[in-house]
């Protein structure tokens, strides 16, 4: 079956930087849409960064931008979170999803989930 597999959280101080990482099996890695949802309690999840099969286009929630980048290496069946210059605002779980259509992706409708890492940001 499919699994996304998430790692790389933890607790960091405000200014710090994390590397997530995402590996999929059981799909064919490079025909996927890949993405990063954070989920706070009590509020909606929402998509942080997305990319696509080939790794060309990439598409960024606006507060990220320019200190998160997403990246993939379809060898390793992996895509990437850089989370560079993190604020206690960014603290959330991090999951990453898969989807064959960009639009369901973005719109959070994705064919597979992974179970999240924590991510918690100090002052």
């Known amino acids: 079956q499919v699994q996304l597999v998430e790692s790389g959280g933890g607790l960091v101080q405000a200014g710090d930087s994390l590397r997530l990482s995402c590996e999929a099996s059981g799909l064919s890695f490079s025909d996927y849409n890949m993405a990063w949802f954070r989920q706070v309690p009590g509020k909606e999840r929402e998509i942080v960064a997305a990319i696509d099969w080939s790794g060309v286009h990439t598409q960024y929630e606006v507060s990220v931008n320019g200190r998160f980048f997403i990246s993939r290496d379809n060898g390793k069946n992996t895509v990437y979170l850089q989370m560079n210059s993190l604020k206690p605002e960014n603290t959330a779980v991090y999951c990453c999803?898969?989807?064959?259509?960009?639009?369901?992706?973005?719109?959070?409708?994705?064919?597979?989930w992974g179970q999240g890492t924590q991510v918690s940001v100090s002052t």
């Open positions: 999803a898969a989807d064959s259509d960009w639009g369901d992706m973005v719109a959070s409708v994705n064919d597979y």
